[in-house]
Nanobody, 120 residues
Framework: QVQLVESGGGLVQPGGSLRLSCSAS????????MGWYRQAPGKERELVAS???????TYADSVKGRFTISRDTAKNTVLLQMNSLKPEDTAVYYC??????????????WGEGTLVTVSS
């Protein structure tokens, strides 16, 4: 099966930066796309950024110009560089992979989440 491990969350002051990392392990045959979602208290989970295997990114309007998504295909890893962080960025961030393993079609896999807190 597939397991996603996230790291990089923590406490940062407004205007600061963090880098999130998520690595997928298991019998992965092919990755279609990957990305990051976040969920703040009382709100629904929302897409932050995604990137295709080929490197085409998509960003939520709220993070454009501040966040950069990238991937390391050799390590099955997706990264999210977060700059100019705002208090409203505070949320649990979940990485996401759409991929195929042995004898399956493309399926969605989720990390357990890493907490990002932006506060003075």
């Amino acid at each position: 099966q597939v397991q996603l491990v996230e790291s990089g969350g923590g406490l940062v002051q407004p205007g600061g930066s963090l880098r999130l990392s998520c690595s997928a392990s298991g019998s992965i045959f092919s990755i279609n796309f990957m990305g990051w979602y976040r969920q703040a208290p009382g709100k629904e989970r929302e897409l932050v950024a995604s990137i295709t295997w080929g490197g085409i990114p998509t960003y939520a309007d709220s993070v454009k110009g501040r966040f950069t998504i990238s991937r390391d295909t050799a390590k099955n890893t997706v990264l999210l560089q977060m700059n100019s962080l705002k208090p409203e960025d505070t949320a649990v961030y979940y990485c996401h992979f759409n991929l195929i393993v042995r004898w399956t079609s493309y399926m969605d896999y989720w990390g357990e989440g890493t907490l990002v807190t932006v506060s003075s």
